[in-house]
């Protein structure tokens, strides 16, 4: 990200600038990618089940330990997808509010999330999960400085808002043990308070169009657990987690009325 920025300034600073005052306000599209670079769907828990019978009859009178391993947004989504559009008011010739909707996607992801140890065969055995999309949209409003008013625009920016994420349901699954919880209740829909801020530039291509680069940072807070299910085999405060600090990315058209 800091690589980007300055990149961002150098080609700025590279640029011929004329002025080009702000005179109304202005709709802008948004589209990009958004990075998580720190947060967890699930912490971690070790958790003792007595009796694997309830969850596969043949296995009735073993027992197991679960043993789970905490998973970030980035190991089993990656890299989300972004698309919004914001209108902007100018307060004068260098600053602007703006109130801005985005709707953040990722696809559902898969992976390991630990383990089950079986006394009786002295082995652990694999547990994987698989989380369904991740489906955000966030509305948020903030505060735009320009640092020019020439063709050529970088810009700092501040927001706040609240960012409304849609349930989550999960499958675990052990394999080698035909064992399949599937459809687990994982998350609630709800809102949580999100954030953040921009660091980007716009370049004019007519008196009344832009083109823009932005890069932020944005932090959402914890989601809703659901344990209905989870805390039968031990595991309620595995999901007692979710939220997330990401980079976006987004590219910019605005429009000016």
Known sequence: MKRLSVAL??????????????????????GGTDTSVSGDVHKGAIAPIADL?????ALAGVSAELRI???????????????????????GNNDE?????MYTRSGAGSTQVGGAYVPLLTTTLPVYGRFGSYKALSLEGGYRYYFSTGSVRPYVAGRLGATHVNSIKATFTIPDANIALNDVPFFDGGWQLSGGAD??????????TSLGLEVGVRYHGNLSDNDSALA?????SINNTGKRTSYPVNLRLQMRF
């Open 232 to 236: 039968g085999l031990g595991l309620a």
């Open 199 to 208: 660091l980007g530039v716009l370049w004019s291509v007519s008196e009344k």
């Open 53 to 57: 019978g309830p969850l596969n009859p």
């Open 9 to 30: 300034f150098a080609a700025v600073l590279g640029l011929p600038v004329t002025a080009m005052a702000q005179s109304g306000p202005t709709f802008s599209l948004i």
């Open 97 to 101: 509010v703006f109130g801005q909707l």
């Open 69 to 91: 391993g905490a998973r970030s947004y980035d190991k089993i989504y990656g890299k989300a997808t972004n698309f919004g559009v914001e209108m902007g008011w100018p307060m």
